[in-house]
């Protein structure tokens, strides 16, 4: 059986990670607040932040900015999203 989180992006009881995503206090913070589907959608929304402002990975601004985004996707605040980028309809 998966095990669960009381997902901070969703609100309710959800499959969580199989292990943190970071090493460190953030990693276990994640794990513990985040389910597998709101991490996926993350990811995905990441990769589109890097790809349409080409950051740099190694630039500490720029993960920087990419954490300060995750956090916005996770709280459910405004967060950047890829110019012109329409997300499905469901």
Known sequence: MARMVNCKKYGKEMPGLTVPPYPGPKGQEIYATVSQQAWQEWQ???TML???KQLN?????ARKY???QMENFFNNDDYHV???YIPPEE
């Open 57 to 61: 990975m190694m630039d500490p601004d």
């Open 44 to 46: 995905a929304q990441q």
């Open 82 to 84: 890829a110019e012109g």
């Open 50 to 52: 890097i790809n349409e």
């Open 66 to 68: 990419l954490t300060e």
